[in-house]
């Protein structure tokens, strides 16, 4: 599937910060069909059992994909979560590439929802969240200005023109 365009990252956010030396540093990639995709993999650190991903860790990835993938419809609106309902199906190996696709299954003026599932590179499902979230600003997210938009807009470009 072709790629439209790359998302950017952040530089200190778990998922995509490209500085956070702890975080999984996500590439996000809006596709032809209108879905998102993320492609990582996770890290030694993020474990919980050996050779499993922590299920927050998980989580915290479909929750940022479903969240990214509003922006295909809604360019630079912001949310926040509401509600996060997780499927743990597989365990999750750490240190191999994985993707996350998410897609936006409804949406209206002040709130909407979506789906994605966590997988191996061949399609072999691991784990899939639904999720609801409520638009909201930057002022109203971190009302003391706790959020800088150079911080959160970080562009790095690369040469991924299809995903499969």
Known sequence: MKVKQKQTNSTDCI?????????????????????????????????SYSERVHGGMIAAMLDESIG????????????C??????????????????KCIAKITHMDKICFKG????????????????????????DQIAPKGGINEQEINVMEEDNIKEIN
């Not at 509401?82 to 190996?93: A, I, M, R, S």
């Open 15 to 47: 998922v995509c910060g490209k500085d956070n030396p702890y975080g999984i540093h996500a590439s996000f990639y809006e596709m032809e069909d209108d879905s998102l995709i993320a492609l990582f993999h996770y890290k030694f650190h993020h474990q």
């Open 68 to 79: 990214r993938a509003i922006w295909i419809h809604k360019p630079g609106c912001y949310a």
């Open 115 to 138: 789906e994605a599932e966590i997988q191996t590179m061949d399609g072999v499902m691991l784990a899939k969240a639904n999720a609801l979230y409520m638009f909201l600003t930057l």
């Open 81 to 98: 979560t509401l509600k996060l309902n997780v499927e743990y199906h597989k365990g999750v190996p750490y240190n191999t590439p994985l």
